[in-house]
């Protein structure tokens, strides 16, 4: 489902044919910016639209894709996944969350965001995952009817192995032609959470590869 296929989670519009007959609902609908008031405003009428017509349409449950560290966060784009996982785990529709790290393609969206030859990219600790592996992960979350036993944490996954949004974004920029210059996090939200490891992975983290270097190996 999404809009490029006629079907809106904010307007309501075709999603209860598009629903109908479906047993899981995979959330990954997005907000495509950081303002953190819109992005809530937009995760919170998502939650209540697949809640409301999900339940109608006779879906069994949610599976929703958010972040790691989302309990560390106090503001931005991360504080309105918060508020997503919290609306979605109200219920009533039993919903399973899978917390993922940044995506390779992320990094991508970062360069583009930027205009010139070049780019200043915060050096932030991350554990940048593979798009796909995050969605396999989901897909498996989808189809184990299993129920996790009371406090078990929120599953996570994350690639294997931790640099810098600057790093990674360095080895993209080489390909670009773009210098890429890491700085601090001044005017990021959290950028000091994220510099002590917030947004990095828990213990209890599945890792899994591609690496950012062997994924920009298999990109045109
Ligand atoms: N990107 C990351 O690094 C990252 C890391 C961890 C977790 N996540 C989570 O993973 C999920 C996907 O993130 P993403 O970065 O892949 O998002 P994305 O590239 O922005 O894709 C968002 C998708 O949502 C659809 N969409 C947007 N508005 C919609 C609407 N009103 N109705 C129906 N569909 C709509 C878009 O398609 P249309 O435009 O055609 O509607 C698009 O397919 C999100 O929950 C995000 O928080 C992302």
């Known amino acids: 489902m999404s809009r490029a296929t006629g079907v809106d989670v904010i307007t309501g519009e075709g999603l ?3 629903l109908t007959g479906a047993e899981v609902i995979i959330d990954v609908a997005s907000w495509h910016s950081s303002d953190q008031e819109a992005a809530t405003e937009f995760f919170r009428t998502s939650a209540r639209n697949l ?7 006779g879906v069994a449950r949610i599976v929703a894709a958010s972040i790691i560290g989302v309990d560390n966060a106090t503001a931005g784009f991360v504080a309105a996944k918060k508020v997503h996982e919290e609306l979605l785990l109200s219920g009533p529709l039993p919903v399973r969350i899978l917390r ?14 930027q205009q010139g030859d070049v780019a200043y990219v915060p ?16 897909v498996d979350l989808a189809t184990d009817p299993g129920t996790p036993a009371p406090g078990t944490p929120i599953p996570e996954i994350a690639g294997p192995r931790k640099e810098t949004m600057a790093e990674a974004a360095q080895l993209l920029g080489a390909r670009r032609g773009i210098k890429v210059v890491g700085v601090d996090g001044a005017g990021i939200p959290d950028a000091e959470i994220a510099l ?11 890792l899994a590869g591609p690496t950012f270097q062997e994924w920009l190996d298999t990109q045109p």
């Open 16 to 18: 209860a044919e598009t």
């Open 51 to 57: 809640m409301e017509v999900g339940q109608q349409a």
């Open 100 to 113: 993922a790290a940044q995506f390779h393609e992320f990094v991508g969206q970062i360069l583009d965001w």
């Open 123 to 138: 050096a932030l600790p991350t554990q940048l995952v593979a798009c796909r592996t995050v969605a396999e992960e989901l």
């Open 196 to 206: 002590d490891g917030g947004f990095l992975p828990s213990p209890h983290a599945k």
